[in-house]
């Protein structure tokens, strides 16, 4: 176990040591399977386009007839899904539409707003080059090619191109088991006749959304109380039945916090805290074979480290890609004395001037400001070694949609 809290760098390279989880694959119709993790290659058995085709509605001409203001007799006309084999005579243009079959004997189309037409003849306003708006067989997809790759997740953006390949069902990864517990005497069920030091427990609804994802059958076993024997009576039983067990709170240095306690009697701290603001009490470690993730219990460091940290580790140890968030470059409207030496997730509001986008600093940045993460915009991130912030600064920015969604 770690003896100093890890850095964003070193608990990355520490989460993509740890081994895949073997999961048996199964077989579903690509309808079904957005947001899966590829088992299999996937080769594609046909060409794209599967024969030389028109990219626009227009006229297919001989290349030697490429010549402006060129009468040509056009009679002929080429729909799309006509199977028919036809070549062109010399002088002539067939009228042809997009995705239909090519002639034979040509390789250029005329664009049809390029065209004078004249009764049973057309002419050629502005010559294409030759070889313009004409798709050739299998310039898209070559016949036995990869398409995409075992890890790959089945997305918007590439399920038209399985489709396109005439492939109906795919071999993906079965589901992670995720099983999450949030933790707490205090925390009570959802109203607004709280008693004494009762609060809501609102971390479930934010476990149970951020864990709303594709690949993952997920599952609320429940809040646990502050007892070293309960929580290693639940942690040994539920380690046999997930493949990860995710909680929020207890895994601080207070006398009630038992759930390091417990993996390090019964298993291994994989890493525990790290040198981040918000977020320093996460942990992580394994019983049997289930990886356990405790999470502090202050609702912005569940979230954001769910972002940065377990979104990413749950993709990977499913057979996915280690997939961590990309930021963009933001400038910095505001000065900010930091306080820590650790790297700073800074909540902040983005605008723009009428140059360019800036952040400005969220009023509200303590851990436990839940309306902090629903008023602002995404966060930028300070590095370690950094004591002052000065406007002009640049700092890698978050947006929540690229972290959350």
Not at 147 to 162: F, S, V
Not at 229 to 250: A, M, Q, R, Y
Not at 365 to 391: F, H, K
Request: hydrophobic letters at 40%; charged letters at 25%.
């Amino acid at each position: 176990m770690n003896k100093k809290p890890l850095t964003k760098q070193e608990i990355n390279s520490l989460i993509k040591k740890q081994k895949k989880i073997s999961l048996n694959n199964e077989w579903l119709d690509i309808k079904n399977c957005e947001g899966r993790i590829l088992a299999k290659n996937i080769v594609s058995k046909i060409n794209v386009p599967p024969f030389n085709n028109s990219a626009v509605d227009g006229y297919a001409v001989l290349k030697k007839d490429l010549i402006k203001n060129k009468e040509l007799l056009c009679t002929r006309r080429i729909t799309a899904g006509d199977n028919h084999i036809i070549q062109i005579k010399n002088g002539e243009a067939l009228r042809i539409f997009t995705g239909a079959k090519m002639p034979t004997n040509s390789k250029t189309v005329v664009m049809q707003e390029n065209v004078e037409k004249k009764g049973n003849k057309i002419i050629i306003k502005k010559i294409p080059f030759f070889g313009e708006n004409y798709r050739v067989k299998g310039e898209d997809i070559k016949s036995n090619t990869i398409i995409l790759k075992k890890g790959n997740k089945i997305n918007t953006n590439n399920i038209n191109l399985i489709a396109a390949a005439g492939i109906k069902k795919v071999q993906v990864v079965k589901k992670i088991k995720v099983g999450y517990f949030t933790s707490g005497n205090e925390l009570k069920k959802i109203t607004t006749k709280l008693k004494g030091a009762e609060i809501n427990n609102s971390n479930y609804y934010s476990l149970n959304s951020l864990l709303k994802i594709e690949f993952i059958k997920k599952n609320y076993c429940g809040n646990l109380i502050d007892s070293f024997t309960l929580i290693e009576k639940k942690f040994l039983d539920l380690s046999k039945k997930f493949n990860v067990i995710i909680t929020t709170g207890g895994a601080s240095v207070g006398e009630e916090d038992y759930l390091i306690d417990v993996i390090k009697k019964n298993g291994k701290i994989l890493f525990w805290k790290a040198a981040i603001k918000p977020g320093r009490p996460i942990a992580m470690g394994k019983i049997n074979n289930c990886y356990l993730i405790c999470l502090p219990g202050n609702p912005v460091s569940v979230q954001l480290l769910f972002a940065f940290f377990v979104k990413p580790f749950l993709n990977y140890i499913s057979g996915g890609e280690f997939l961590i968030p990309v930021p963009e470059k933001i400038k910095v409207n505001f000065n900010m004395n930091k306080k820590t030496k650790r790297m700073e997730w800074l909540r902040v509001l983005k605008k723009k001037n009428y140059l360019d986008y800036f952040v400005e600093k969220f009023p509200k940045q303590g851990s436990g400001m839940i309306s902090s993460i629903a008023y602002s915009d995404g966060i930028i991130e300070i590095p370690e070694n950094i004591s002052l912030v000065r406007p002009g600064d640049i700092y890698d920015f978050y947006d929540y949609k690229i972290l959350f969604y």
